[in-house]
């Protein structure tokens, strides 16, 4: 087992600004993090974004110093009520400081959302205790989710928490399998396809790979999936603020490295999806793109959205804060109105092209 790098001094946490805001955040991705991997394709690109965010400060899962809890306590923080933490699979809110232990079994643990038996590391320094793949949550949610597998359930059996409330999220009583609530399934792919990155059986860590096959309770081999539900729930719930602080917080002040399907949500078509074997290319900078360029009027909209900016052929897509995807459309240069009139509310608008893919928050009036 290798050694527990030595921790370093935080920094200066990150403004955070959440959907309740209209103020959009710009991703804090440093200037050419990613330029290694410009230009490679399949399993060429996959081991140079490895390289990239491999070997980054590890902390204890349980220690007096600073570990995985306390960092969880930063990533997880309510936006609304800083003294709390949001759980993941049903959304609630829950004092940061009310953790579960043996004098205390109400408290919130923390969820390896890669299962840390599909694979047997436990809560070992390294994948056990990487907290891009480690969040907030109840004991009760966290006992049905178990080591399923992530799927659409056909079956479905309603999840509830500790408090007996419906958490959004279901489990098959037929597959083994777990659908998570709507607003975060694209949030728990990334972090898979993070874990599929990071963890290649190098730095004497297990080498985790995404599956099409729901494995059984005890079986402890590295795969976890399902890939193309995965894959799709990943385009369907686009990258949101609360992810992109995540990102920033466990970079900037922790782990020093990054999750590149927060900060570029296409590599996962190169990798796994529509633009497998192809070369990713990055030419254009999404954080640049969103800021100078793509101009959203009116703002909040009536019935008509003008996209002003587009150079080039673009989807547009619309999805509710739940994650639904209710209404898409083509667009370019000359064609950029959207008829918004059967919509009222706020909404998150994806644009996305060949070249990128970025995210606003529209309000319809």
């Not at 959907?19 to 804090?28: G, H, K, P, R, V």
């Not at 829950?94 to 809560?123: L, Y």
């Not at 494995?215 to 894959?231: K, M, R």
């Not at 999806?273 to 703002?299: A, D, Q, R």
């Amino acid at each position: 087992m290798p050694k527990m790098k030595k921790l370093q001094p935080l920094h200066k946490f990150l403004t955070f600004t959440f959907l309740c805001s209209f103020q959009i955040l710009i991703s804090q991705i440093p200037n050419g993090y990613y330029d290694t991997a410009v230009n490679h394709s399949g399993t060429n690109l996959k081991s140079k974004l490895n390289q990239i965010i491999d070997n980054h400060i590890e902390f204890p899962y349980t220690a007096s110093e600073t570990d995985v809890w306390d960092i969880l306590k930063e990533t997880d923080k309510d936006p609304n009520n800083p003294d709390n933490v949001i759980l993941i699979y049903s959304g609630v809110s829950m004092d940061g400081n009310d953790r579960f232990n043996p004098f205390n079994t109400n408290g919130w643990i923390r969820e390896h959302v890669w299962a840390k038996s599909r694979g047997d590391f436990g809560t070992e320094i390294g994948p056990g205790t990487d907290v891009h793949a480690l969040r907030p949550l109840d004991i009760v949610t966290n006992v049905s989710r178990n080591n399923r597998a992530f799927n659409n359930c056909t079956n479905c059996e309603i999840v509830e928490d500790q408090s007996g409330n419906d958490t959004g999220s279901k489990r098959d009583t037929n597959e083994y399998s777990f659908e998570p609530r709507d607003a975060v399934k694209g949030d728990v792919a990334r972090m898979l396809f993070y874990m599929a990155v990071r963890y290649e059986g190098l730095d004497g860590y297990v080498d985790l790979e995404l599956t099409e096959t729901v494995l059984p309770l005890g079986d402890n081999t590295p795969f976890l999936g399902v890939q193309s539900t995965l894959l799709q729930w990943h385009r369907d719930d686009p990258v949101d603020d609360f992810e992109r602080n995540r990102n920033d917080v466990i970079y900037y002040s922790f782990q020093q490295n990054r999750n590149p399907f927060i900060d570029h949500p296409e590599l996962a078509e190169y990798l796994w999806g529509n633009n497998l074997g192809e070369v990713w290319g990055n030419t254009l900078s999404t954080t640049e793109f969103e800021k100078n360029t793509i101009h959203l009027y009116p703002n909040p909209a009536r019935d008509v959205l003008t996209v002003e900016g587009l150079t080039t052929d673009a989807t547009i897509y619309i999805y509710d804060t739940l994650g639904k995807n209710i209404l898409s459309f083509s667009a370019n240069k000359e064609q950029n109105t959207i008829n918004l009139s059967m919509l009222k509310g706020m909404y998150i608008l994806k644009i996305t092209t060949n070249d990128y893919t970025i995210t606003k928050k529209i309000v319809i009036k």
